[in-house]
């Protein structure tokens, strides 16, 4: 069964810090790997996704980058702003099934 | 091109009462998917349809959990009765198919208090 871990489960940074969010999986029979982003009481924003295929994805101030092989993955939010303090979920497609980490609660203070 | 939509957003019930969700995907998509996320934790799939026929209802409480998608389009999620427990956001996405690379899009989400 896929479980999926997310580290920190909350991180409080300074405006304009580099930071790193960590996830990672148990079985590396995945076919991708997403990012998202969830505002308090909203949906789901998809920021990247990588495909099994891939080694990072990149959009504007964020990476994201997948070892499947190790089974993590990481996002690195450059020059961090208010704007980015959300939670960020990481979601492996195992089986066709999307599952789902903890989250990352990310506060960025001005 | 219009998102997921989903009413209402936000819902007040007491346990033992009947609570109905409602979800529009977007226009295109056959595969619709129901997430479960109670507060702190990631979203867990609930059902998923492809078209109007169940894929996955693995993890749907059946005793009290039922979803339909009549004509493949729109889907209704009901609880019938509610439980303290069922207290959470429930989240609607499509995609255009259920293969392996189709990405999902999610709605707003629907946020059930259960008193």
């Known amino acids: 069964k896929q479980e999926v871990t997310q580290i920190p489960a909350a991180l409080s940074v300074p405006e304009g810090e580099n930071l790193v969010l960590n996830c990672s999986f148990t079985d590396s029979a995945i076919y991708n790997l997403q990012w998202f982003r969830q505002d308090p009481g909203k949906g789901l924003t998809s920021l990247l996704l990588i495909q099994s295929s891939q080694r990072e994805q990149t959009s504007g101030r964020l990476n994201a980058s997948l070892d499947k092989s190790s089974g993590r993955s990481t996002l690195y939010i450059a020059a961090s702003q208010p704007g980015d303090s959300a939670t960020y979920l990481c979601a492996v497609k195992s089986f066709q099934k999307l599952v789902f980490g903890t989250g990352t609660r990310l506060l960025v203070s001005p | 091109e219009a998102g997921v939509a989903q009413s209402p957003r936000y819902k007040i019930i007491e346990k033992r009462q009947s609570v109905a969700f409602w979800c529009n995907p977007i226009s295109g998509h056959a595969t619709l998917y129901w997430y479960q996320q109670i507060l702190g934790q990631g979203p867990k799939l609930l059902i998923q349809f492809q078209n109007n026929g169940v894929v996955d209802d693995s993890q749907l409480p059946k005793d009290r959990f039922s979803a339909e998608r009549l004509k493949g389009v729109d889907s209704t999620l009901k609880i019938q009765p509610a439980k303290l427990e069922d207290s959470a956001v429930y989240l609607c996405?499509?995609?255009?198919?259920?293969?392996?690379?189709?990405?999902?899009?999610f709605g707003p989400g629907t946020r059930l208090t259960v008193l």
């Open positions: 996405a499509s995609s255009q198919g259920q293969g392996s690379y189709n990405e999902q899009f």
